[in-house]
């Protein structure tokens, strides 16, 4: 069955540091991938979109790597910020049904 | 521009009571429409998609159904509730298609079974 992994222990990193998420699949073979983000109590946001032929993408202090041969994907917030502490989510996207990996919480402490 | 409306925010529900909770979209049209729910600590587990009116798919076994009776409206309902079902429930769209679109959620509705 298809599976999505996901850091599963809290990351906790000082700020100015960059974090680095993991994602690893199972079964999927994606054409994307995304990312989210979601705060306590509030619905995911997206964050970024990578594509299966792009090895790397980039917005501002983030950073989405794609690997279809390791079938994992790296993201990586640099020069964290406390505001950065939130779960992050990501989803492979593969036919209709959109599942999410159960996502790494963040915190970034000053 | 685009917008997701579900509601209510807020239940909550006697255990064997019905649930109806709605979602509408605006500003798109043929969007695909899901409902997830995500229980206290836990990640988001997909309960149903639909791709067109009347299209509807589950993607776990439960007391819970889905119908889509218009092209931007998605009602997640059960007959008779039970205390697993308390969680946050979120309704998502994004464009037609399998493309890489974005998922965009709407505010959530919170459920508590008693």
């Known amino acids: 069955s298809q599976k999505i992994e996901q850091n599963s222990e809290a990351l906790n990193i000082q700020e100015g540091k960059t974090a680095t998420l993991t994602c690893n699949y199972t079964?999927?073979?994606?054409?994307?991938l995304q990312w989210y983000r979601q705060d306590p109590g509030r619905g995911p946001v997206f964050l970024l979109l990578?594509?299966?032929?792009?090895k790397e993408k980039r917005k501002e202090r983030l950073k989405v790597t794609f690997d279809t041969t390791l079938k994992q994907s790296l993201f990586h917030i640099t020069a964290s910020q406390p505001a950065d502490s939130a779960t992050y989510l990501c989803v492979p996207n593969s036919g209709y049904a959109l599942n999410f990996g159960k996502g790494t919480s963040l915190l970034v402490t000053p | 521009s685009q917008t997701i409306h579900q509601w209510p925010a807020t239940l909550v529900q006697p255990v064997g009571s019905p649930l109806s909770l709605e979602c509408t979209v605006e500003g798109t049209s043929n969007p695909n429409l899901y409902w997830y729910r995500q229980a206290a600590g836990r990640g988001l587990q997909l309960l149903f998609y639909?791709?067109?009116?009347?299209?509807i798919s589950s993607e776990v076994p439960q007391n819970l159904s889905a119908s889509r009776p218009q092209d931007r409206q998605f009602i997640l309902s059960s007959k008779k509730l039970l205390l697993s079902d308390s969680g946050f429930y979120l309704c998502a769209w994004r464009g037609s298609g399998v493309s890489g679109n974005t998922i965009y959620f709407g505010e959530g509705s919170w459920l508590t079974v008693v």
């Open positions: 639909s791709v067109g009116i009347g299209q």
């Open positions: 990578i594509r299966e032929n792009e």
């Open positions: 079964n999927y073979s994606p054409a994307y």
